[in-house]
């Protein structure tokens, strides 16, 4: 998982071109050969819960394993960045985000591959449904007042990341030797930081669900606090 630039997507040859814009922006213009993939596409919209590997696998048929694949969304990133994360846990090897939001006149001359045949082979470090022991270090990437009621060890509010133009790769300076487990309100904004973090090198995973899946987690470390 990498951000990418606009100057560095003619040196991929061919890829896999992924819209995650609404279907109405889709529609009113996209690169030839485009496919596109909405949020509902690949999680519930009340939930935030990703979908099952059989919904995935027919949702992202328009796609294969065997080229790069480039998403590339509009203001605030979190659509882009939520599809890419939903292909690496299917296990596409090679995704990047565009950093900067959709700019057709950028992705003009972009060769786009066709392709399909999309299986969706759930690789479990993407989403997860518990965090085993108390030595997780829980990000919160909500932004503004936070309301205290889960365990959070940092917080990385996903706007720290984001220009009027794009998302913005920030080292946030952790520890190299730890997995982050992020978390927001329904898993969108967190994957905005989850592609930052992964673009770095750190060991990442989003918490399927946001914040509901920290609020209800099966007695593990995301608790209510007591202080």
Partial sequence: MRLIGEDELLELGPVYLVDARPRELYAGGHPEGAVNVTLPMVADPMTGRTLGAEAL????SGIGLDRPVV???MYDGSAAAR???TLEHCGHSEVYVLRRFASLRALRGLRAARGG???C???GGVYVDDVEG????????RDGPLDGLVRRDVHLPYTAFLSRDGIVPVDPKLPR????????????KSAVVYVVLRHFGYSARLLDGGLCGAVCFRGGPLQLDQA
Avoid at 57 to 60: P, Q, S
Wanted: proline share 3%; aromatic share 14%; with cysteine.
């Fill in 117 to 119: 045949g999309f299986a």
């Fill in 121 to 123: 082979n759930p690789t």
């Fill in 71 to 73: 998403v590339y969304g």
């Fill in 177 to 188: 030797d730890k997995t982050y487990h992020l978390f927001c309100g329904q898993g969108y």
């Fill in 134 to 141: 108390r030595d997780a270090v829980l990000v919160d990437a």
């Fill in 83 to 85: 599809v890419a994360a």
């Fill in 57 to 60: 696998t027919r949702n992202l």
